[in-house]
Each structure stands twice: as structure tokens, then as C-alpha cells.
């Protein structure tokens, strides 16, 4: 079997797999969402943690319920980092510098899951499982619930209330996240991926000396990594280990899970606006543009030149040949066109153009299908952001299922797009202009800022995958990544928040013949568009100076 259907068969076996699971968990989720009966376990939480899951919040209530516990998220996980020296389980691994632990807690409560050190070499089982296994379920249930409150202001109306946050962050961890997350654990075991406590034991002979690996608690966290597209590696090498990803169909298991919930949350969406066909109408432009980006990248991994690259099949440096050119790209694609960050494959060793498709799919705002509720939220701002454009067109006041969009509406829709390009470009350019910085980059040229300008879009939507290549383990990526972390994940969802607010507080407006039929293909297209060309507008200078400077050497 050539390379190039092993590709093709691959993506179109996800797609099946995709498709089973988008009516069931996606009916599922609304329910869960809009129950009024808590579950045993839940209410033994909301008593431990002093909350009312009943009491009905207000956009500004539910904003500080998610800022105040993402804080102590980070105050917590900064202070097991620090203290990770004294703790049980430690593997004789020290404490982490006080910048590291500021950018690594800031990470993983971000559902960033950028890591500027060595998993297997820094972090022991407390750490892991205590502190970083855990954010990678409760920011992931974070997202959920801020994409949820804004569905809930289209949905309703003459009424400021968008739900109560506690109540949806136990509901998305306890229904939703960890029973899928412990099937999905099973299957990796089952397949390979190790699930244990054990110590640093040395390994074999290795060109005269041995090798230390340590385990861990490895299958676990991988499952949760990839279904709450977090990303972070217990390994360095993060999914092209073998500890965590042993096998051809392990691969494609977890480019599943880190697709399943996004894609599924648009029939949630679609269920709980009542208009289903609302949400194929956002899963169309998902998947258009997914299934678009994989096909670019395939046909530039697998555009071989030379004897080397045609007798490999394909461009194969940087891959595994577990997984070869279609499951890398695959994978790549995928990633980072959510806020995954999760790597099979070193994306700095993908052709120029390669990479220059990596970065774009961050600098959408990954939303094809993007991360666990903020894929949601995006596309529906980008929506917003379409239904204005054809408002001007037409020449009358645009609107979207059966809510006006105002200028308020349209301010807060224009300041959410605006804040993750001004934090990439911005902190890009400090690095640059700066003269400590740029000794970091391990290459000159295109090439080299290619690794800080991907390095700050990873970080300022949430993805967190690296390009390798760059030296972040320095003061001052540890603090600006972070600052782009924590910057990147909160303002964008105090407009989200408030934008929720003024539309639930709206009266509907009845359909006329001149309402734009936003669950038609014409829509869906001009959503395409319009993603499109905003990015292109705001990132084409520096995808110039970079990939495609390099691509087109």
C-alpha cells in the first residue's frame, strides 16, 4: 500500500468514527447541560466547596467564578511545583525555578500545556497526577462551560442569567470528562501505553552506557491530555514516545479524542438553541476547513524532491516511522487546528510550508474544531463577526438566531478577535527587537523566527505544541509565555461572558423574508470566508518573513 492511501484511509476511518460519536455524545451534553437533577457525587462537591449549583448567575457572577477558581488553580499548582523537593514521590527530582513553575502552572490552567522543561526529567508522580493530571480535567471542563453560558444567551431571552458555573464545571468533570477519559485510558493500556507509579530504573546498553526511564501514570493522563485538548507530554517527546503513543492505531485513537468533543459540542449547540440544523451548519465550516488544512499539509509532507525524500516516501525528518507522512500530518493538523498541542511528529522539521499550515491553523483561533468550548465560542464570534458583514452588504441590521447584533454586540465580538494577534505580534516583536531573546533560536533566518513567532501563537491561543528549535527555558520566555497564557485564555472570555449577557437579555426578533438563513450552505461559505481573510489580513506580514520566506526559498 502506497504512502499516500495509507493517508487517505486514515482519514477517512476518522471520519466514520467521528461521525458515530457526533448524534450520541452531542444529544448527550446538552442533556447533561441542561438537567435540573445533580447526581450524589455532585452535590458531595458543591457541599465541600460551599456552593449553591441551583442559584442562577448573572455574566459578571459567572466571570468571577471563572477567574477566581482558575487563580487558585494557578497559586496552587505554582506552589506544588516549588515545593515538589520535600514531597513523597518526587523521584529525587527538585523543585521547580520560581519562573518555570509561574509558566508551567499558568500553562496547564490555561488548557495551554506549554512546557519549557523535560516531563520525564523535572516533574515527579505528585506533581503529574496531583497537579497537572488535574488541570488538565478542570480547565478543559472551563471551556466547556464559558462555550455553554454564550449558548445559553442566544437560547434565551429577557434575562441576564447564563447558568451557574459551579454547577458547570462539576457537571462537564464528573459526566462528561472522566468517564470518557477512563474508557479511553483502558484502551491505551490495553494497546501499550504504560499505567504505573514505578521509579527511575536504567534500561539496556546504549552506544556503551544505559539509559534511565522512569514510568508513571502515563496512559491516564495521555487519555485526558487528548480529550480535553490539553497537550501536554509526561514525556519529552510527548506523542511520538512509545510510552504514550506504542502504535499506528493509538495514533489515530488520539487524534479521535482530541477531535470527538469539539465536533460534538456543535450538536449541543444546536440542540440547546433548538435549530439542529444550526449546528451542522458550524460543523460544516469546522470541517471544511479541518479537512482542507489536512489535505494541504498531506500534499506538502508527501511533495518529495530529491532521491532521499522519494526513497522515504515522503518528508520524513521529524516523523516516526510508526506513523509515517499521512499520520503525522494527520496529527499535526489537528493539533493544532485545536488547542491541543499535542505533537507525534517535530513540526520544525516539516517542509517550510509544513510549518507555515501548523501556525495558521493556530492563528484561525483554532476553531476547526479548536479546543473543548473556546472551538465553540470562537466560531460563534467568527459567526457574529460573518452575519455583520452580510448586514452591511444587504444594508440592514444583522442578525443571528433570533438576536440582534448591535453595535454593543459587534464591539465586543471585534475586541475578542483583536486580543490574540496583538499578544502573538506584539511579544514576537519584543523578542526580536530585543538582544537576549533572540540567542535562544537555535537557527538564523526564516527558520529561526519562524520559532519565536510560532512559539507566542502556541502560547496566546492556548495550544501550547512548540516548533522546537527555541531555548524556552529562559526568564524571559518562561514570563512572557506565561503572560501570553494567562492574557491569551481570560480577555477573550470576559467579551465572550459579556456578550453572553447582552444577548440573553434580548427580546427574539421573528424571522422575516429578509433574515439571512444562517443554517444554509451560502452561510457556511461566507463563515469560511470570512475566517479566512480576517486571519489572512492579520498574520500574512509575519507568515511572510517566516514560513513562507522559507517555503518558497
Known amino acids: 500500500m502506497s504512502p499516500v492511501l495509507a493517508g487517505v484511509l486514515q482519514l477517512l476511518a476518522l471520519i466514520g468514527a467521528l461521525a458515530l460519536a457526533y448524534v450520541p455524545l452531542g444529544t448527550y451534553m446538552a442533556r447533561v447541560y441542561s438537567s435540573e437533577k445533580h447526581l450524589r457525587v455532585e452535590k458531595w462537591i458543591y457541599k465541600g466547596i460551599g456552593a449553591n449549583p441551583d442559584t442562577e448567575m448573572r455574566w459578571t457572577a459567572y466571570l468571577r467564578g471563572v477567574l477566581a477558581f482558575s487563580a487558585a488553580g494557578v497559586l496552587f499548582l505554582y506552589l506544588l511545583q516549588r515545593l515538589q523537593g520535600g514531597l513523597p514521590g518526587s523521584l529525587g527530582f527538585s523543585s521547580i525555578e520560581p519562573a518555570q513553575a509561574f509558566d508551567t502552572a499558568a500553562s496547564f490552567v490555561t488548557n495551554t500545556n506549554w512546557q519549557s522543561y523535560y516531563g520525564e526529567q523535572a516533574m515527579g508522580h505528585v506533581v503529574q497526577t496531583a497537579g497537572l493530571a488535574v488541570q488538565n480535567f478542570v480547565s478543559a471542563a472551563v471551556g466547556i462551560a464559558v462555550a455553554v453560558a454564550l449558548v445559553r444567551g442566544f437560547a434565551r431571552s429577557r434575562t441576564g442569567e447564563l447558568g451557574n458555573f459551579w454547577a458547570d464545571l462539576v457537571r462537564g468533570t464528573v459526566r462528561v470528562l472522566v468517564p470518557v477519559a477512563a474508557v479511553a485510558a483502558v484502551v491505551l493500556v490495553a494497546c501499550g501505553a504504560i499505567q504505573n507509579f514505578s521509579g527511575i530504573h536504567e534500561v539496556g546498553q546504549f552506544m556503551g552506557g544505559s539509559q534511565a526511564w522512569n514510568g508513571g501514570a502515563v496512559a491516564s493522563q495521555e487519555a485526558i491530555k487528548e480529550l480535553g485538548t490539553n497537550g501536554g507530554g509526561y514525556f519529552n517527546a510527548n506523542?511520538?514516545?512509545?510510552?504514550?503513543?506504542?502504535?499506528?492505531?493509538?495514533?489515530?485513537?488520539?487524534?479521535?479524542?482530541?477531535?470527538?468533543?469539539?465536533?460534538?459540542?456543535?450538536?449541543?449547540?444546536?440542540?440547546?438553541?433548538?435549530?439542529?440544523?444550526?449546528?451542522?451548519?458550524?460543523?460544516?465550516?469546522?470541517?471544511?476547513?479541518?479537512?482542507?488544512?489536512?489535505?494541504?499539509?498531506?500534499?506538502?509532507?508527501?511533495?518529495?524532491?530529491?532521491?532521499?525524500?522519494?526513497?522515504?516516501?515522503?518528508?520524513?525528518?521529524?516523523?516516526?516511522?510508526?506513523?509515517?507522512?499521512?499520520?503525522?500530518?494527520?496529527?499535526?493538523?489537528?493539533?493544532?487546528?485545536?488547542?491541543?498541542?499535542?505533537?507525534?511528529?517535530?513540526?520544525?522539521?516539516?517542509?517550510?510550508?509544513?510549518?507555515?499550515?501548523?501556525?495558521?491553523?493556530?492563528?484561525?483561533?483554532?476553531?476547526a474544531p479548536g479546543g473543548v468550548g473556546s472551538g465553540l465560542y470562537g466560531m460563534l464570534i467568527m459567526a457574529i463577526i460573518a452575519v455583520f458583514i452580510a448586514g452591511l452588504m444587504v444594508g440592514r441590521t444583522p442578525e443571528y438566531l433570533g438576536k440582534k447584533i448591535g453595535p454593543r454586540e459587534i464591539k465586543l465580538a471585534a475586541c475578542y478577535i483583536l486580543v490574540t494577534p496583538a499578544l502573538v505580534l506584539v511579544f514576537?516583536?519584543?523578542?526580536?527587537?530585543?538582544?537576549?531573546?533572540?540567542?535562544?533560536?537555535?537557527?538564523?533566518?526564516?527558520?529561526?523566527?519562524?520559532?519565536?513567532?510560532?512559539?507566542?501563537?502556541?502560547?496566546?491561543?492556548?495550544?501550547?505544541?512548540?516548533?522546537?528549535?527555541?531555548?524556552?527555558?529562559?526568564?524571559?520566555?518562561?514570563?512572557?509565555?506565561?503572560?501570553?497564557m494567562l492574557l491569551g485564555r481570560f480577555v477573550p472570555m470576559v467579551f465572550v461572558l459579556a456578550l453572553a449577557g447582552s444577548l440573553a437579555g434580548q427580546r427574539p426578533v421573528p424571522a422575516t423574508a429578509g433574515t439571512l438563513r444562517t443554517e444554509k450552505p451560502l452561510f457556511t461559505?461566507?463563515?469560511?470566508?470570512?475566517?479566512?481573510?480576517?486571519?489572512?489580513?492579520t498574520y500574512f506580514p509575519a507568515l511572510a518573513l517566516g514560513p513562507l520566506a522559507e517555503g518558497l526559498a
Open 428 to 484: 514576537t516583536a519584543a523578542s526580536m527587537a530585543l538582544p537576549t531573546p533572540p540567542n535562544s533560536m537555535l537557527n538564523s533566518g526564516a527558520h529561526g523566527f519562524s520559532e519565536v513567532l510560532y512559539a507566542f501563537t502556541s502560547a496566546s491561543n492556548n495550544n501550547g505544541s512548540a516548533f522546537a528549535g527555541l531555548n524556552a527555558n529562559t526568564d524571559w520566555y518562561n514570563t512572557t509565555t506565561g503572560l501570553a
Open 239 to 367: 506523542s511520538a514516545h512509545p510510552f504514550e503513543n506504542p502504535t499506528p492505531f493509538t495514533n489515530l485513537f488520539e487524534i479521535f479524542l482530541i477531535l470527538v468533543i469539539p465536533l460534538a459540542l456543535t450538536r449541543t449547540f444546536g440542540v440547546m438553541v433548538g435549530s439542529v440544523k444550526q449546528g451542522y451548519a458550524i460543523l460544516a465550516t469546522m470541517v471544511t476547513i479541518w479537512v482542507g488544512f489536512v489535505a494541504l499539509m498531506m500534499w506538502t509532507e508527501f511533495a518529495h524532491h530529491g532521491p532521499a525524500l522519494q526513497a522515504a516516501g515522503g518528508a520524513m525528518e521529524g516523523k516516526e516511522t510508526r506513523f509515517g507522512v499521512g499520520g503525522s500530518a494527520l496529527f499535526g493538523v489537528s493539533t493544532t487546528l485545536t488547542s491541543t498541542g499535542a505533537v507525534d511528529s517535530f513540526h520544525s522539521s516539516f517542509t517550510g510550508l509544513g510549518g507555515g499550515i501548523t501556525m495558521l491553523g493556530m492563528m484561525l483561533g483554532e476553531i
Open 525 to 537: 461559505g461566507l463563515l469560511v470566508g470570512a475566517i479566512l481573510i480576517i486571519t489572512g489580513l
